[in-house]
């Protein structure tokens, strides 16, 4: 339904329409009857049909055929497909999957010379892996005013690689970009909801080149939320040129850890979205929040920003996509069904994890060992998981509540309720997908690992009490 007002104020740009033409559309579309409409509203039952019959005449003079109340929907859909239709072409011509397995040229590069998998995949590198269709879900949804995506995703899944594939996207049609990373946030700033709002309005400004006027538009006795929002609407969103802005915020579960932030902070976001649908001025900005868990912080229906726009959940690698990732690694033995066949384990070990399966590949396009190898010392210390593994230990040593809650969840092939906080916080470091706060391991890597860990560990204690 967004999408076709949208359209509407698109169709009819030189004559806006008030309030009670938007009323009589919206309700039409919903297949109400004038009469219907004039006892809600209080208006007569003459003066809603007059307003209507206005309404279908605007709109059949800018579409150039007939458009009434019974044929709206046809009329609009219609519309709204034939308006996309060019963007999605150009989107998946960029964009669409490779239908055919493509081996990298050997004068590409050598082993030698690939970079170790680390951060995002650059824009013009061979080694990223489309997943359709969400690059084109992303760059057409960009193309809306007032749109808001999310892209959700556990640790080192895509999503920066994604985000910046969309960013590039948006700068080739002229929208202006501000790039926010929570993570580069210090510690201070989360001190209130004040200075953090102030932090990011400075942020914003000078990404935009844009004094920043923040004593003007502040008044503490309107609150910060009103300050931000004045801020944005009298000053950021009227000082800029008219090429939309999208604002790109990154790492967002950082504020998820300071309610006394996201209680405010994240109900105002939705309140800026669904502005756009009301006002011209909000149209302009474009927002795209990334982070890597659900919200555990308690926000009413209405008020969180995760129950309104288009959502983004990043999939592991298909066994195609991963046959064709190491194809570009240049490993010419995947390229056939008995190539398949072999990479299906290490599918299966990874659970399809991208950082997982780059870095496998990475270890035997340098000739290093055989998949065979690498597959039976995956999950011991001495194998290529090694170091990240040990990473994962760590982390969860020092939060002892932690380690318990993974405890949990590979003791049994079931999926195991968690507390919410060590459902987000596993999450949100890679070990568990979540359905609600039922959780089970990611992938059979980790199981095997961390069982074999606190197998030793559980040994160690055992004795440790003989002992003594």
């Known amino acids: 339904m967004d999408k076709l007002l949208q359209s509407v104020k698109k169709i009819l740009q030189d004559k806006p329409l008030g309030s009670i033409q938007w009323f009589v559309l919206y ?85 030698s ?31 809306h005013p007032g749109c808001l995506i999310r892209i959700k995703a556990p640790r080192k899944m895509g999503k920066s690689s994604l985000l910046n594939r969309m960013i590039a996207y948006a700068k080739e049609q002229d929208y202006q970009i501000v790039y926010l990373d929570f993570q580069e946030a210090d510690a201070d700033v989360f001190a209130s909801l004040d200075k953090f709002l102030r932090w990011f309005c400075v942020n914003v400004s000078r990404q935009l080149n844009l004094t920043a006027y923040l004593d003007d538009f502040w008044d503490m006795e309107m609150g910060s939320k009103v300050s931000c929002k004045i801020y944005f609407e009298a000053y950021v969103l009227q000082y800029i040129n008219d090429n939309p802005l999208v604002l790109a915020l990154n790492e967002v579960h950082r504020i ?87 990479l299906a384990p290490l599918q299966a070990m990874v659970g399809g994890h991208p950082y997982l399966v780059s870095l496998a590949f990475y270890h035997l396009c340098q000739g290093e060992m055989t998949l065979e190898v690498l597959l039976e010392t995956a999950s011991t210390p001495v194998g290529i998981y090694g170091q990240h593994l040990r990473e994962l230990l760590t982390l969860l040593q020092e939060e002892p509540e932690l380690m318990s809650a993974m405890e949990e969840v590979i003791a049994t092939d079931e999926k195991v309720e968690l507390d919410a906080i060590a459902a987000y916080k596993l999450e949100s470091m890679g070990l568990v997908k979540l359905n609600g706060n039922q959780a089970s391991s990611i992938c059979e890597l980790y199981r095997l690992y961390f069982t074999q860990q606190f197998g030793k560990q559980n040994i160690a204690n055992t004795s440790s009490k003989f002992s003594s």
């Open 27 to 111: 309700q039409s579309w919903l297949g109400k009857t004038y009469g219907e409409m004039a006892e809600v509203s209080g208006y007569g039952n003459n003066y809603i049909k007059e307003v209507g019959s206005e309404l279908w005449q605007d709109l059949s003079i800018a579409l150039g055929k007939r458009v009434t109340k019974k044929n709206l929907h046809l009329s609009l859909n219609k519309h709204l497909q034939d308006e996309i239709g060019n963007h999605e072409n150009q989107i998946q011509q960029k964009f669409g999957e490779e239908f055919s397995l493509e081996m990298v040229s050997p004068d590409f590069f050598s082993a």
């Open 113 to 143: 010379k690939i970079e170790f998998p680390s951060g995002p995949v650059v824009l013009d590198s061979p080694f990223y892996i489309n997943r359709p269709p969400l690059e084109e879900l992303v760059c057409n949804e960009v193309l």
């Open 256 to 342: 998820f850890e300071h309610p006394n932030i996201a209680q405010d902070f994240l109900p105002m976001l939705r309140f800026w979205h669904e502005q756009a649908k009301q006002d011209r001025t909000w149209q302009k900005l474009r927002m795209v929040v990334v982070h890597t868990t659900e919200i555990y912080i308690p926000l009413k229906l209405n008020q969180s920003p995760f129950n309104v726009g288009i959502t983004i959940t990043l999939p592991p690698f298909t066994l195609k996509q991963v046959q064709n990732l190491a194809l570009r690694y240049g490993l010419d033995w995947a390229a056939d069904s008995e190539g398949a066949k072999r």
